[in-house]
């Protein structure tokens, strides 16, 4: 493998491998590929470790996997050594494991941080990627590691006025590092998705006022969160490799019980019980309890009524419990949320849901938010108003490939690559939680290890045949995209209007891009990418006189 070397000016860094990001999918790669033996160098924009929850620092924040799940399995050190406190870990927690992974795993020494990599650009005579960043630094690096994760760009809404707001303003996903102090004020928070709902249940009981301004209710379903007993964790530790095996074998990448059971094939008295049973359980369990709810709309339909009564159980005001009922759309066709107490909250006196179907948003104003019925008055403005999902961050760099094609002009009709790993035309260019794969649908952790698994085998395997260059094929590719477009057809996570379909952002392609067949079928899938020695699927380029 390739040393740093002095290629075309003294000033140009060479390198095996350029990691971009340094969230879990980079701080996995960027170990991974250390122990290979690899010359690396990671790039991170934050100041330090931990992607979204390094960004993600707003009130409330919390996982919704358990943590026990949501975590790394490759380092058997770092399982043993680290304890988790909770069911469902806050994000203080989360960032203390992750700066916790980085410290026993020496992986700092490898980033880069306060560092945006702003363009990728492959040279096709030196079959390198030159990388410059806005540290004014250019590199080459044989493979370009793209780990900018799925949910990394944030969007303001199409508002006018933001600009204009005099008092505090604040974006749930570039929160400050200072404690924000809500005691007395009137504060306004715009979204209702997860991150919404989180924030809301937290800051609602710490305000003078809160207005909540709702376009889409969202279902939302008791966390359920416990402190996790001295035993269980012992338990866990000790089973660890098991534990990471069903997860690897679950279509959400966890250990929550998948069931196989038809919604239909059991009786009303059955299915109730079972509903039952599943909300007093909390998490995702009611997910788990009928094995048809994303293909079939009539049972699909039931689970959603089921937790419309129960939104009306607990908010006390018949109009607000009918506004906060999520209508139109089936339950988990947008991300399902996990609550303390959404609903409870808005029961205090001092929380106002503004529905803005009703009372449309006109603009920012520098004293608050103007609707069409009033100016509400805010002494603080929080924006939990989403990402550009699944291509933000990938489209956020200047990235060219073969004959500086560009990511953005393969993309124009919507993203199309191979597994969400590579893309025809991008040679030695790599995805972890790419698009068209499952990222979002299942554990981001145990796809990211997938993933980085998966490219480093591929670059073994370049390494060993004395390969420069290496992408799918066209056939490879558009193979792929048809078993993802198959597939997401009969989904109904096409029904609400969602940024996994891209209708958050204006003008973005629209369409169900991921693969909705489960985390084990993915993985099934990357390991038949490679057979027959990688010829199937992909083209290789061997020259060894090349610089
Ligand atoms: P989101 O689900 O896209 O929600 C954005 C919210 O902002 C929606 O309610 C949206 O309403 C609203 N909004 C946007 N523009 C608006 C406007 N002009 N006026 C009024 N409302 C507007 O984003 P998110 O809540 O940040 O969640 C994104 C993803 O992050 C989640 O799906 C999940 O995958 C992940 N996440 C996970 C956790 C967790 O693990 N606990 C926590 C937070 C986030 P419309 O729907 O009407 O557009």
């Known amino acids: 493998m390739s040393s740093e070397k002095t290629t075309q000016s003294n000033t140009v860094r060479r390198l095996d491998v350029v990691v971009v990001g340094a969230g879990f999918g980079g701080m996995y790669a960027v170990y991974k590929f250390n122990q290979m033996g690899l010359k690396i160098q990671g790039f991170e924009a934050g100041s330090n470790v931990g992607g979204v929850w390094f960004w993600n620092r707003y009130p409330g924040a919390r996982v919704d996997l358990p943590s026990i799940d949501y975590s790394f399995g490759f380092s058997h050190e770092v399982e043993q050594e680290w304890t988790w406190s909770e069911q469902f870990a806050a994000q203080p927690e989360l960032l203390q494991y992750i700066n916790f992974v980085a410290d026993r795993l020496d992986l700092r020494r490898h980033i880069q941080f306060n560092t945006r990599v702003t363009s990728a650009e492959w040279n096709e005579q030196r ?134 059971r038809a919604f239909f094939s059991v009786t009303p008295e059955q299915r109730l019980s079972l509903m039952e049973d599943a909300w007093k359980q909390g998490g995702l369990a009611m997910l788990g309890t009928f094995a048809d709810l994303m293909v079939n709309e009539e049972a699909n339909e039931h689970v959603a009524n089921f937790v419309r009564g129960k939104i009306g159980d607990v908010v006390k005001d018949p109009v607000t419990a009918e506004k906060l009922k999520p209508k139109g759309y089936p339950i988990f066709a947008r991300r399902p949320c996990l609550d303390t107490s959404y609903y409870e909250t808005f029961n205090l006196p001092t929380v106002h849901l503004v529905d803005c179907n009703e009372e449309e948003i006109l603009e920012i104003t520098p004293k608050g938010i103007r609707t069409k019925n009033r100016e509400i008055e805010l002494d603080m403005l929080i ?24 990511v953005s002009q393969k993309w124009a009709e919507g993203a199309s690559s191979y597994l969400g790993l590579m893309m025809a035309g991008f040679p030695n260019l790599f995805m972890t939680t790419g698009p068209n794969g499952p990222a979002a649908l299942a554990n981001i952790i145990r796809i990211s290890e997938n ?97």
């Open 127 to 260: 079959q390198v990627w030159v990388v410059k960043t806005d540290q004014g630094e250019v590199l080459e690096a044989t493979y370009c590691v793209m780990a900018t994760g799925p949910l990394s760009i944030p969007r303001d809404p199409d508002i006018p006025g933001i600009g204009s707001f005099k008092g505090e303003l604040y974006r749930a996903a570039r929160w400050p590092h200072q404690p924000v102090s809500y005691a007395g004020k009137r504060v306004g928070v715009i979204g209702t998705g997860s991150t919404g709902i989180q924030i809301i249940q937290e800051v609602g009981p710490q305000s003078g006022e809160l207005f909540v301004f709702q376009r889409t209710p969202s279902f939302t379903m008791p966390m359920r969160n416990v402190k996790l007993e001295a035993n269980y964790v012992a338990e866990v530790k000790r089973n660890y490799a098991g534990l990471r095996e069903i997860a690897r074998n679950s279509p959400a990448g966890g250990n929550r019980p998948a069931s196989t």
């Open 383 to 406: 924006l939990a108003t989403g990402y550009d999902g699944l291509t933000g961050a990938m489209l956020a760099v200047d990235v060219k490939g073969r004959n500086g094609l560009k």
């Open 451 to 547: 993933d980085v698994d998966w490219i480093a085998s591929a670059i073994e395997h370049m390494a060993k045949n004395k390969q420069t260059a290496m992408e799918p094929t066209s056939q490879a590719e558009e193979g792929w995209m048809t078993v993802v477009a198959t597939l997401s057809k009969r989904s109904l996570l096409n029904k609400a209007k969602t940024w996994y379909l891209g209708a958050n952002v204006k003008d973005k392609p629209q369409g169900l891009t991921m693969f909705v067949g489960g985390f084990p079928k993915y993985r099934e899938y990357c390991g038949l990418a490679t057979q027959d020695n990688y010829k199937a699927n992909f083209k290789f380029e061997a020259d060894a006189a090349r610089v």
